[in-house]
């Protein structure tokens, strides 16, 4: 009987339990009883304004990130635009992060590159460098300092964003970058007819090893070629598609046509490996940095009349060149690397001086009792330089800022620095 009667209420109690149970199970929810008190419990504690307010923040924070994104800095990066990028692509630590890119919030700011800069110690290279540090890359620089030297970086010693490696880039080094700046060979004529073997494998094997590079890392990869691929030119100025006319055999053909075929090998690698690549020629530069005496026109005229000497003009003077200040060039390859298009693209000043004008402006900016002296002009030396920049100016929006009067000043403090220096390092 008490069996029984425990059995009842225990049957009772799970009546109970399952009927208090029941609002909450989604049988009961057709209940039309059931109904308000869901609603019910909806309106307590404000619980359906936190809701509306959670959907709120959530449909905004999706409609608004990829708009963030794209007006975040990391637009300003370059986008894999040919299939071939992705393809050729074997690097996951590149890969995944190229993917990434475009998925980092606004807020959180672009992605920080690897860049290497060959050549990076260097006069063009040094100030390239600076530039992609200030604007928050890692920078690596490989370097053999035939022409470079460690003093144009050494503010950046301790930066933990910037390496210095000692190499040639005639052998090859295998590093995980996303882009590639490939400056070294020596520019000036005195460095480059020094050991002319030595320049054509660097302009050769070097191209050669840093697009190896490019291919195997999917990194994208930006060649410094020259003005002197139009050699002693027959069309004036010189358009991206005059062929040029060079003498493959002269003293400069080991910098001209090394540089041709490096040119060459780039857009192989380009066709063949789908390598993504840029091509610049660029024109006479100068700035702070450059070396003292590697026979260049402009460093050349600056430092003779800083040791108080004649300034030495070859063949009559009258043959013609443009003079780039070297940020209008930096910020150039900066553009055309960013940029859309593979070039070739003429970066230059495009204002013609004559060497004596040049001699001049020098004469005005930093002693007017400077004088001249004259010497038989050298073998190949071109009569006419002066680039068309029309293609650069549409499709990079670049063009250079800096005039050849207000540019010679900003050079001329350092090299009076270092010509004291030197004197000082000569007494003691
Ligand atoms: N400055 C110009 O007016 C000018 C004009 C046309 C083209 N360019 C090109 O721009 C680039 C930089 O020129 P720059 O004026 O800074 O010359 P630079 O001589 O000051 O710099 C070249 C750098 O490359 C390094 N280098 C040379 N051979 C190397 C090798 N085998 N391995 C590793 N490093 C090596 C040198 O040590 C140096 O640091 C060059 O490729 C040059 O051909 C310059």
Sequence with gaps: MMKQLHKQTSLNHRRDEEMQSSPYSPKTLKHPRSLPRSINYLFKEQRLLFILVGILIGSTFFILQPTLSRLGPSEAQPRPHSSSFVTHNSQPHHHAASKGLRRIPAAIGRRRLRIVVTGGAGFVGSHLVDKLIARGDEVIVIDNFFTGRKDNLVHLFGNPRFELIRHDVVEPILLEVDQIYHLACPASPVHYKYNPVKTI??????TLNMLGL?????????????SEVYGDPLQHPQKETYWGNVNPIGERSCYDEGKRTAETLTMDYHRGAGVEVRIARIFNTYGPRMCLDDGRVVSNFVAQVIRKQPMTVYGDGKQTRSFQYVSDLVAGLVALMEGEHLGPFNLGNPGEFTMLELAEVVKETIDPSATIEFKPNTAD????????????????????????????????????????????????
């Excluded at 195997?216 to 020259?226: C, D, E, I, N």
């Design 201 to 206: 494998k660097t302009n050769v094997m070097g």
């Design 214 to 226: 490019a291919k195997r890392v999917g990194a994208k990869f930006l060649l410094t070629s020259t």
């Design 381 to 428: 030396d071109p009569h006419k330089r002066k680039p068309d920049i029309s293609k650069a100016k549409k499709l990079l929006s670049w063009e250079p800022k800096i005039s050849l009067r207000e540019g010679l000043p900003l050079m001329v403090t350092d090299f009076q620095n270092r010509i004291l220096n030197e004197d000082e390092g000569k007494r003691v």
